[in-house]
């Protein structure tokens, strides 16, 4: 299992669908779930770089590195925050997909 | 009939893209996303670099790290409440002398219970001590021989979501047309992993036809040797027998593997043909928990399909007509 703490706030389900439906190959499917994938790591890692504040940057690191799939990250988060980042990560991310399905759509031919 | 459903729709959306058009496109987002993030974040990324994780190689620095955790039982997924449970064969007894004793229990509830004592609610990998239980549970209840870890290969994870797929292309040429009944789930327009099943419609064996109808994916992409053990690995993997166990319900089924994924960020990290996922959980059942084991079948007399290991001998008095 490869898991990051906030994979379950991931919905992509239609950016699944379309990958399926363009990837004629395996090395192409790979390719565009591995770029999907990147802009999300950035995506919500540079959201909680945002919000939580610098002095606790350190101390983040240091227990993401440590436990990248732990899902109790996300309650540390909230408290440091203040804010329900869960709620804003889903935003965020839903964000996302909805530009990477108007990528889909800007390429078509 | 004719019509395209509603959940296929994005067919046609997807039908005239041209890959290396979306290719370059996401790439460019993907490198833009890179340089505002170091541009922003450079301490993080020092603090990273100076551990050895490339953020690009994130995935991978998780997976190694779950899996010494499921070595050591250390996983911190869920509170790692480890259970102190019976041995297995106790629990089987018990249920059988239950059985014996007048109150016929069927094999499937017993599974049931076992897994509702054994399994954390959350799926996330096993330990070793976990698997070696259910190995044991397996071979005695379903009465098929499954194994965790087989030849020294092991999965990132045997308990997980499994998620529906759609028919795979046999042949060049192949329509979904041929995957009767099961015409719902549609055909992918990809490949599978390892490609078509046979070079041609006249080559495709029964044998063949069995292994698209009862094909499970597994997430052989994220095998931290996947790249360095080849061809070896994508040989060893092809059309491997393995045990699905829905969790919730107890179905068993035996699927060879014939794709490879889902990717991790679909939160799913299995995956089952339409025929596999219908027996699991019934025709809306499109994702679930599940435990996989690769089958131990050296000579290769386990069948692919449903395992049903549900029927029991009951007493004559028992049948009535009706």
Redesign the interface.
């Known amino acids: 299992?490869?898991?990051?703490f906030f994979?379950?706030l991931?919905v992509?389900?239609?950016v699944?669908?379309?990958?399926?439906?363009?990837?004629?190959?395996?090395e192409?499917?790979?390719?565009?779930?591995g770029?999907?994938?990147?802009?999300?790591?950035?995506?919500a890692?540079?959201l909680i770089?945002?919000k939580l504040p610098k002095t606790y940057?350190?101390e983040f690191?240091n227990m993401f590195?440590?436990?990248?799939?732990?899902?109790?990250l996300i309650d540390y988060l909230k408290e440091k925050i203040g804010e329900n980042i869960e709620e804003l990560l889903r935003q965020e991310l839903g964000n996302l997909a909805y530009?990477?399905l108007e990528?889909?759509?800007?390429?078509?031919? | 009939m004719g019509g395209k459903l509603p959940t296929q729709t994005?067919?046609q959306?997807?039908?005239?893209?041209?890959?290396e058009?979306?290719?370059s496109?996401?790439?460019l987002?993907?490198i833009e996303?890179?340089k505002?993030?170091s541009k922003?974040?450079p301490?993080?990324e020092r603090?990273?670099a100076e551990?050895g994780?490339d953020?690009?190689r994130?995935?991978?620095?998780?997976?190694k790290?779950?899996g010494a955790g499921a070595l050591t039982g250390t996983l911190?997924?869920t509170p790692p409440v480890q259970k102190a449970l019976p041995p297995p064969q106790e629990i089987i007894d018990k249920a059988k002398a239950e059985k014996e004793g007048g109150e016929a229990e069927f094999p499937q509830k017993i599974l049931i219970d076992i897994l509702n004592e054994t399994l954390p609610e959350r799926p996330?990998?096993l330990t070793r001590s976990e698997e070696k239980y259910l190995e044991q549970v397996f071979e005695n209840i379903i009465g098929v021989k499954a194994r965790a870890t087989l030849e020294g290969e092991h999965l990132?994870?045997t308990y997980?979501l499994i998620g529906a797929e759609?028919h795979l292309k046999r042949y060049p040429g192949d329509t979904i047309a041929g995957h009767q009944p099961h015409l719902k789930a549609g055909i992918?327009?990809?490949?599978?992993?390892w490609g078509y099943f046979a070079p041609s419609k006249d080559k495709l064996t029964k044998e063949l036809e069995e292994t698209e109808k009862w094909y499970a994916v597994v997430?052989t992409?994220?095998l931290p040797d996947w790249n360095t053990r080849q061809p070896y690995l994508r040989d060893w993997y092809k059309y491997r027998k393995v045990l699905i166990v829905n969790t919730q319900n107890g179905n068993a089924v035996v699927a060879a593997i014939a794709?490879?994924?889902?990717?991790?960020?679909?939160?799913k990290?299995f995956g089952g043909s339409p025929e596999v996922m219908e027996y699991l959980g019934g025709p809306r059942y499109k994702k679930g928990p599940v435990v996989l084991f690769f089958v131990d079948d050296p000579e290769n007399k386990v069948p692919l399909g449903p395992v049903d290991y549900n029927t029991i001998n009951l007493p004559p008095t028992a049948l009535k007509e009706i």
């Open positions: 299992m490869s898991k990051l994979d379950n991931i992509f389900e239609e699944e669908n379309k990958i399926d439906s363009i990837a004629k190959t395996e192409e499917r790979n390719e565009l779930w770029i999907v994938d990147s802009l999300i790591r950035h995506r890692l540079g770089f945002e940057h350190p690191l590195h440590q436990a990248p799939h732990d899902e109790t530009e990477l990528e889909f759509a800007s390429a078509k031919k | 994005y067919h959306i997807a039908k005239g893209v041209d890959f058009s979306l290719r496109r996401l790439k987002k993907q996303a890179k505002a993030f922003k974040y301490d993080v603090y990273l551990k994780i953020l690009e994130l995935r991978q620095h998780s997976a790290i779950i911190l997924l996330r990998p990132n994870t997980g759609q992918a327009p990809g490949l599978g992993a997430q992409l994220y794709d490879s994924g889902p990717a991790a960020w679909t939160g990290q």
